[in-house]
């Protein structure tokens, strides 16, 4: 069963080998790029549905290459590092990266990863009954439409990646409940992918950026618990 086309970008060919035979056992197509050039050509050719992308590269670094995609399309991203520091992962989220990792990693979870970021992209299963209004979330001037996956704040459109969307869907759940970060993580990850601490925090503070934006606010801090939606009303 063929899970997808993934383009894989990184100036190192043993670990492009290594990450291509995991993608290909797990179903998935794969071409690769060793520069940042050469994986926006291929992106144009290809269209892939997914990038894995090294941050350190020739030609184009993969935060480049991520700022010019994000002009034209929002194709998952999934960044790669050799360093640890919450700076990488900070500037990766907050460009419009899906998720991070960091070298050395375990194919196994970059597998896990890749298929969950995918997964969050596939439209919700169909219901016994036909409940159209149940794939439209709306709290206060905040509206969420799942099928097209768009965000608006008041009418006015915002652009989310695909674990964005499915964090502010999990506080719109239940509007006031306080979820913990390892809630969100279930709810944005499908509970089979662990991320840290920071890495949520770092999505929820790039979808309020997003917001101020546009005026808006959905999302309140509770300290030392976690996150909540808020009332979404204009200030």
């Known amino acids: 069963m063929d899970a997808g086309l993934v383009l894989i970008a990184d100036d190192d060919p043993h670990l492009r080998e290594v990450v291509r035979f995991a993608l290909t056992r797990a179903g998935f197509r794969t071409v690769e790029a060793a520069d940042g050039a050469a994986a926006l050509a291929l992106f144009d050719a290809h269209a892939p549905d997914l990038l ?39 500037l990766g989220l907050e460009l419009g990266g899906d ?27 169909p219901a016994p009954e036909p409940a159209p209004a149940a794939h439209l979330l709306r709290v206060g001037l905040l509206a969420l439409d799942l099928d097209r996956f768009e965000a608006a704040w008041d009418g006015q459109p915002v652009a989310l990646t695909a674990t964005e969307l499915h964090l502010l869907r999990t506080l719109m759940g239940f509007p006031g409940k306080v979820y913990s970060r390892d809630a969100l993580m279930d709810g944005a990850y ?46």
């Open 52 to 90: 894995v992308l090294d941050i350190t590269m020739p030609e184009l670094d993969g935060t480049e290459v991520c700022r010019a995609l994000r002009r034209r399309s929002r194709v998952p991203i999934l960044f790669l590092s050799s360093r640890d520091e919450e700076i990488d992962r900070v």
């Open 99 to 125: 998720d991070y990792m960091t070298k050395p990693f375990s194919p196994r979870e970059l597998v896990a990863r890749v298929k969950a970021i995918l997964r969050r992209l596939q439209p919700p299963e």
């Open 190 to 235: 499908g509970g089979d992918v662990t991320v840290t601490d920071r890495t949520i925090d770092s999505h929820i503070r790039r979808v309020r950026q997003k917001f101020a934006a546009v005026g808006g606010d959905p999302v309140e801090t509770v300290h030392g618990v976690g996150y909540r939606l808020g009332p979404c009303r204009r200030g």
